[in-house]
């Protein structure tokens, strides 16, 4: 099974690499910095950050994590200019906070993953029909989870901010200094105006829109997977770079984050092929199912993901590992799969605020460190858990 999730691995390579080019693009971080003119005061500045970042995270994991970054730094530098005392480690955790939403997004990796028939049966086995996304993601159940986190952590980050200037960590001058620009050399040969000219980026991207509200149209918006997700985005990110030659420029900086990805969902496939063929899977749901009952398994599912998240620090590979023992269990107590595939989601998402692998694009950015952010973090990663256990009683 070692190879078995290669097509999985580069749908999530392009989740992160489209959605960091997109944030990268001139249009964006104009948008970017006038957003960062605009709070008044402490509380403005962290709800600004952090509502901007979830947001863009429920599109695109890969977009929120480096919009938030990005908006935390110039943020940090226009109220440094300004005179307003900010404390630059909390506008970095607000920043992050797109990754505690992101699997309630339309890039989640399991609830993606179930709209599509082939994939069900590749990683699930024969037997469970494609679930749409309007039980998963447009699920009264997401949608009031997603609504109350929006809501709840930027107003918590806000009141985290510490009150004595003793305590206050202001951005470092020179850490929001903008890249020099790529100097143009040499000869304009024919290869070269193609590359440099926006037009040609225009016109593919007007093809690729084309042809995605064909697919969608037929489709429908409700069994999108990733391919289609991961289409969209580039399709915006050509239209919003200036040439061809900015484009691949900005994917070439955005691939530098999927070395963990690549690296480890072969290992994650090899052991999904293991349990798999060993029967550990069906033990493991027949053991769960018998020692719980039909309203514990979502918060049960939620609590187990959030764990295993700490070891593997990939949604998607956790899906492929985890996927199959959840779903089996949640037939054998005939509870709603649809509510235990989104209890499995928010569970890898949540202790994404302890587990701070998927932080290192915007330490990199910021230049902040994991132990200034973390405190914060794993914090609210507590204060929201009664949101979460709440709605799984609920609905």
């Known amino acids: 099974g070692f190879w078995k999730l290669l097509t999985f691995s580069m749908q999530m390579c392009l989740i992160l690499v489209t959605g960091h080019a997109l944030a990268s693009s001139p249009p964006l971080e104009r948008a970017i910095r006038a957003l960062a003119s605009l709070p008044r005061s402490?509380?403005?500045a962290v709800v600004l950050t952090s509502l901007v970042a979830m947001c863009a995270?429920?599109?695109?994991?890969?977009?929120?994590l480096i919009v938030g970054a990005l908006l935390a730094r110039e943020v940090a530098a226009s109220a440094r200019k300004r005179g307003l005392q900010l404390h630059y480690p909390i506008l970095g955790a607000a920043g992050y906070t797109g990754l505690l939403v992101w699997h309630g997004g339309l890039s989640g990796s399991a609830p993606l993953k179930v709209t599509q028939s082939q994939e069900m049966v590749k990683i699930l086995g024969e037997g469970v029909p494609p679930i749409p996304l309007s039980e998963t993601l447009f699920s009264p159940m997401n949608l009031t989870i997603v609504g109350l986190l929006l809501v709840t952590v930027?107003?918590?980050?806000?009141?985290?901010?510490?009150?004595d200037p003793g305590d206050i960590e202001e951005i470092a001058e020179g850490v929001n200094a903008a890249p020099s620009e790529e100097e143009h050399t040499?000869?304009?040969?024919?290869?070269?105006?193609?590359?440099?000219s926006p037009i040609f980026a225009w016109v593919l991207s007007l093809m690729i829109g084309a042809y995605l509200v064909s697919y969608l149209g037929k489709l429908g918006v409700d069994r999108i997977g990733p391919n289609g997700i991961n289409l969209t985005f580039l399709c915006l990110g050509l239209a919003l770079h200036a040439?061809?030659?900015?484009?691949?420029?900005?994917?070439?900086?955005a691939t530098r984050g999927c070395a963990g990805i690549i690296l480890q969902f072969p290992l994650y496939a090899g052991v999904m092929g293991m349990m798999a063929l060993s029967g550990l899977v069906t033990e493991l749901a027949s053991t769960l199912s018998a020692s719980v009952s039909p309203e514990a398994l979502a918060p049960?599912?939620?609590?187990?993901?959030?764990?295993?998240?700490i070891f593997v620090p990939s949604g998607g590979g956790q899906w492929a590992l985890q996927g199959p023992v959840v779903v089996e269990t949640a037939r054998a107590l005939d509870v709603s799969l649809s509510k235990v595939i989104m209890a499995f989601a928010h569970g890898d998402a949540w202790t994404n605020m302890l587990q701070p692998f998927w932080a290192l694009p915007l330490l990199g950015i910021t230049g902040l460190r994991a132990s200034q952010l973390v405190g914060y973090t794993a914090t609210l990663m507590l204060l929201v858990l009664p949101i979460f256990m709440g709605c799984f009683f609920i609905f």
């Open 154 to 163: 930027p107003l918590l980050l806000a009141w985290m901010h510490p009150d």
């Open 186 to 196: 040499g000869a304009w040969t024919p290869a070269r105006r193609v590359e440099e």
């Open 300 to 309: 049960i599912t939620f609590l187990s993901a959030g764990g295993v998240n």
């Open 57 to 64: 995270a429920l599109l695109n994991w890969g977009l929120g």
């Open 42 to 44: 402490v509380t403005q």
């Open 243 to 253: 040439s061809p030659r900015a484009y691949a420029n900005a994917i070439g900086e």
